[in-house]
């Protein structure tokens, strides 16, 4: 097998070129860029791809045609005369004080002003976009070539702060005051490229912008960032075959566990499917698979918003969007699913030309199996640990070994600790459709039948639970629904154990708690 070397962590086009890093080729994308738009602006998730696509724009705009033999880009027809690029970089940097911000551009301006022996060093906030103006004017002139402008994650500074709105709403300004320059120096300006991962439509930082394009959901570049499943195979074949080796599968299953947990994103109807780089270069070169991508971040905000906004889990999978709210979105949008596209949670299911509403999906089982248990905390507040009466793998041992009774006393002992304004139904179903997927069960929420839909449905290998959950009722109620619209008549011919649950939370205080029954469903023998 070849020995790839994979360029996890490394976002430079020219350390990875030189140090013979396996590289996806996306050059060809390049003339495209070039030919259609002067002012561009591409919204992808974290971890997928944009630092390094900034980077090798920044190397083909500095004319290093050297580091591009091989690639498409080395042999077409384009200018390879060099031009001042400016790239700003806001990966780095610390924003949540007042100053965080404001220290980031004056050390980049700083950076470039010393490079055209430009002296005005101030840190005046005000004057931060007359720098930016005199720095592109004066390289257009010492050069007589016009300025590359890239810039990568320009929403850092503003994600992470929902809940500081004083220095969200100064970053922001600075931004807007920072940008809007861009267009009173238009013709000094070749090409400029901004990336991040959300769109904020009530920010206006790009208002004075009013000629960047956004093609984050244009077909024609659906596939420059992330992998086909055709690119993977070509690039990565025998790192997938060391992978099914490891794992002691053949190929096709690996390549399935993969395609399972890392692929799923599609950014524009027309577009290919596409996996996840980051997640599948630590799988092949730790030789398993996890969770990598999710591990990196944690989605407190969306999690929350999900939870107040009264969006029941099971419902994430299959929310319908006009593409006019994926495009753009706004901290205080009740919906929170836009954000979650556009954070790489969620990714098109399905569109519908004739209604033009997409469908949302979770992408792949890293990403849904990784929100679900950053989300179970947020109902449940005592934490499911391991080692804990309320770990993964006891109530999976419940659900799997058919001990119904053991799952409803772990359960109703965790549902004690929920604050008084969360005991309701509906945070009770979410708790326990949240437990039964991140236990690796097959669960459906309102499972539809010909007399209605059913609370929950859990499968397992040898065993069938259904829900039906009540408040301030009675378990005898719960259980008649479960017996008079026949919930589990479409399993009479499953070899399965049937277990039907009815359980109610009674508020008042005398009987204040949750009560349960549990009955077997009898089969007629055939």
Same mark, same amino acid.
């Given at each position: 097998?070849?020995?790839?070397?994979?360029?996890?962590?490394?976002?430079?086009?020219?350390?990875?070129?030189?140090?013979g890093?396996?590289?996806?080729?996306?050059?060809?994308?390049?003339?495209?860029?070039?030919?259609?738009?002067?002012?561009?602006? %591409?919204?992808?998730?974290?971890?997928?791809?944009?630092?390094?696509?900034?980077?090798?724009?920044?190397?083909?705009?500095?004319?290093?045609?050297?580091?591009?033999?091989?690639?498409?880009?080395?042999?077409?027809?384009?200018?390879?005369?060099?031009?001042p690029?400016?790239?700003?970089?806001?990966?780095?940097?610390?924003?949540?004080?007042p100053?965080?911000?404001?220290?980031?551009?004056?050390?980049?301006?700083?950076?470039?002003?010393?490079?055209?022996?430009?002296?005005?060093?101030?840190?005046?906030r005000?004057?931060?976009?007359?720098?930016?103006?005199?720095?592109?004017?004066?390289?257009?002139?010492?050069?007589?070539?016009?300025?590359?402008?890239l810039?990568?994650?320009y929403?850092?500074?503003?994600?992470?702060?929902?809940?500081?709105k004083?220095?969200?709403?100064?970053?922001?300004?600075? %931004?807007?005051?920072?940008?809007?320059?861009?267009?009173?120096?238009?013709?000094?300006?070749?090409?400029?490229?901004?990336?991040?991962?959300?769109?904020?439509?009530?920010?206006?930082?790009?208002?004075?912008?009013?000629?960047?394009?956004?093609?984050?959901?244009?077909?024609?570049? +659906?596939?420059?960032?992330?992998?086909?499943?055709?690119?993977?195979?070509?690039?990565?074949?025998?790192?997938?075959?060391?992978?099914?080796?490891?794992?002691?599968?053949?190929?096709?299953?690996?390549?399935?566990?993969?395609?399972?947990?890392?692929?799923?994103?599609?950014?524009?109807?027309?577009?290919?499917?596409?996996?996840?780089?980051?997640?599948?270069?630590?799988?092949?070169?730790?030789?398993?698979?996890?969770?990598?991508?999710?591990?990196?971040?944690?989605?407190t905000?969306?999690?929350?918003r999900?939870?107040?906004?009264?969006?029941?889990?099971?419902?994430?999978?299959?929310?319908?969007?006009?593409?006019?709210?994926?495009?753009?979105?706004?901290?205080?949008?009740?919906?929170?699913?836009?954000?979650?596209?556009?954070?790489?949670? %969620?990714?098109?299911?399905?569109?519908?030309?004739?209604?033009?509403?997409?469908?949302?999906?979770?992408?792949?089982?890293?990403?849904?199996?990784?929100?679900?248990?950053?989300?179970?905390?947020?109902?449940?507040p +005592?934490?499911?640990?391991?080692?804990?009466?309320?770990?993964?793998?006891?109530?999976?041992?419940?659900?799997?070994?058919?001990?119904?009774?053991?799952?409803?006393?772990?359960?109703?002992? %965790?549902?004690?600790?929920?604050?008084?304004?969360?005991?309701?139904?509906?945070?009770?179903?979410a708790?326990?459709?949240?437990?039964?997927?991140?236990?690796?069960?097959?669960?459906?929420?309102?499972?539809?039948?010909?007399?209605?839909?059913?609370?929950i449905?859990?499968?397992?290998?040898?065993?069938?639970?259904?829900?039906?959950?009540?408040?301030?009722?009675?378990?005898?109620?719960?259980?008649?629904?479960?017996?008079?619209?026949?919930?589990?008549?479409?399993?009479?011919?499953?070899?399965?154990?049937?277990?039907?649950?009815? +359980?109610?939370?009674?508020?008042?205080?005398?009987?204040?708690?949750l009560?349960?029954?549990?009955?077997?469903?009898?089969k007629?023998?055939?």
């Amino acid at each position: 097998m070849a020995d790839l070397r994979y360029p996890i962590g490394i976002q430079t086009f020219s350390k990875l070129i030189e140090g013979g890093y396996t590289y996806v080729d996306k050059t060809g994308y390049i003339p495209l860029l070039l030919k259609n738009d002067q002012y561009i602006f %591409l919204s992808r998730p974290r971890r997928f791809g944009k630092s390094l696509l900034l980077s090798t724009l920044e190397a083909y705009f500095e004319g290093r045609r050297d580091l591009f033999k091989g690639l498409a880009l080395y042999d077409m027809d384009v200018d390879w005369e060099p031009s001042p690029v400016f790239h700003f970089d806001f990966n780095a940097g610390v924003y949540d004080s007042p100053d965080g911000l404001l220290t980031r551009l004056h050390g980049s301006l700083e950076r470039f002003e010393n490079r055209y022996g430009i002296k005005t060093y101030s840190k005046n906030r005000s004057e931060i976009p007359v720098r930016f103006e005199n720095l592109i004017e004066t390289a257009y002139k010492v050069t007589g070539r016009r300025v590359v402008i890239l810039v990568d994650e320009y929403d850092k500074p503003l994600l992470g702060l929902e809940e500081n709105k004083e220095i969200f709403e100064e970053n922001q300004r600075l %931004l807007k005051s920072f940008f809007g320059c861009m267009k009173s120096s238009d013709s000094y300006i070749r090409f400029a490229f901004l990336t991040g991962v959300a769109r904020f439509n009530k920010v206006s930082i790009f208002s004075d912008l009013n000629n960047l394009e956004d093609i984050s959901m244009d077909p024609q570049y +659906a596939d420059i960032c992330g992998w086909s499943e055709e690119e993977l195979i070509k690039i990565f074949h025998p790192g997938i075959e060391a992978l099914a080796v490891a794992r002691e599968e053949d190929y096709a299953s690996t390549l399935g566990a993969l395609r399972e947990y890392y692929d799923g994103y599609l950014f524009a109807p027309g577009g290919s499917r596409l996996y996840n780089p980051f997640s599948v270069l630590r799988a092949l070169k730790a030789r398993e698979i996890e969770p990598f991508w999710f591990a990196t971040g944690t989605p407190t905000f969306l999690a929350k918003r999900v939870k107040t906004m009264g969006v029941y889990p099971p419902e994430i999978n299959g929310t319908k969007c006009f593409k006019e709210e994926l495009m753009a979105v706004g901290f205080d949008d009740s919906n929170p699913m836009p954000l979650m596209f556009q954070t790489g949670y %969620l990714t098109i299911g399905s569109y519908d030309k004739k209604t033009q509403i997409y469908e949302l999906r979770f992408p792949n089982r890293e990403v849904e199996i990784g929100f679900y248990k950053f989300l179970l905390p947020i109902y449940a507040p +005592a934490t499911v640990k391991i080692g804990s009466p309320f770990s993964f793998p006891k109530f999976m041992m419940d659900l799997n070994d058919g001990h119904p009774e053991e799952f409803m006393k772990r359960l109703t002992t %965790l549902l004690k600790d929920l604050p008084g304004e969360d005991h309701c139904e509906s945070t009770y179903r979410a708790i326990t459709y949240l437990i039964s997927v991140l236990c690796g069960t097959r669960a459906i929420a309102e499972h539809h039948g010909y007399k209605g839909r059913s609370d929950i449905e859990v499968a397992t290998e040898g065993y069938i639970y259904i829900f039906e959950f009540k408040y301030n009722k009675s378990v005898e109620e719960a259980m008649e629904q479960i017996y008079s619209r026949d919930y589990a008549g479409r399993y009479a011919l499953d070899s399965r154990r049937v277990y039907l649950i009815g +359980a109610n939370y009674e508020e008042k205080r005398e009987k204040r708690g949750l009560s349960y029954r549990i009955e077997e469903m009898v089969k007629a023998k055939l």
